[in-house]
């Protein structure tokens, strides 16, 4: 049971241009969300989080956006670049006491961006 | 300050044999967890320790179990390997305070089960 779903495996984007990776959950109690990067032979690194309390969360060109109602979140990149190529990794938690260290991911989208 | 370091790189190892995989968290965090990444799957969550307690667990057989020791040092050891255990581990450290933290990813070791 995929409780983090990341629909589209790939995407491209032209350099310059928005890039939007969408991310969808069914767990309801799941209250904390974050986005990783990941490089090929690299361990993922931590991009963006946001909580449940707020629908928007920005930094720099990172912007993450929830809908809590229609357990959906986004992230966008603008404007997107050569280096943003990599796989993006949709992760969420949530829960009492130590809930938040049990990350669930999505399977990844792969963002290539075009020069 | 160094980051997350997972020994080894890389393993072959023969179906039913067991393994044991490290990792050294960042100094100071006390939690580490332990994933799994396969093709098509992303990452699955294995376990998460906490001041040398499980403190979380995936959906994984008993084949898969872990320690970790006081200076926060983790290992994580799989037993009668098959095939499909093949997969890239990956180790997080973070704080691990009750609340939402971001964790930090070692590079992983990459086993192969033949």
């Known amino acids: 049971d995929q409780q983090v779903k990341q629909n589209s495996p790939s995407l491209s984007v032209q350099e310059g241009r928005i890039s939007i990776l969408n991310c969808d959950y069914t767990n309801s109690m799941f209250d904390y969300f974050l986005w990783y990067k990941k490089y090929p032979a690299e361990g993922p690194t931590f991009l963006i989080s946001i909580s449940s309390i707020k629908d928007k969360n920005e930094d720099g060109r990172f912007t993450v956006f929830l809908n809590k109602s229609a357990k959906h979140l986004s992230l966008h990149i603008v404007p997107s670049q050569p280096g943003d190529s990599a796989v993006y990794f949709c992760a969420a938690s949530g829960g009492l006491g130590g809930g938040y260290q049990k990350v669930t991911f999505g399977t990844g989208t792969k963002l290539q961006v075009i020069p | 300050k160094a980051g997350v370091t997972q020994t080894p790189r890389y393993l072959i190892k023969t179906r039913g044999q067991q393994v044991t995989l490290s990792c050294s968290p960042i100094?100071?965090?006390?939690?580490v967890s332990w994933y799994q990444q396969t093709p098509g799957q992303g990452l699955q969550f294995l376990f998460e320790?906490?001041?040398?307690?499980?403190?979380n667990k995936g959906n994984f057989p008993g084949r898969f179990s872990g320690r970790q020791f006081s200076n926060s040092r983790s290992e994580m050891n799989v037993s009668t390997l098959e095939l499909g255990d093949s997969a890239l581990y990956l180790c997080?450290?973070?704080?691990?305070?009750?609340?939402?933290?971001?964790?930090?990813f070692g590079q992983g070791t990459r086993l192969t089960v033949v």
């Open positions: 320790y906490f001041s040398e307690t499980q403190r």
């Open positions: 997080a450290s973070s704080l691990g305070s009750t609340g939402s933290t971001e964790a930090f």
């Open positions: 100094s100071g965090h006390r939690s």
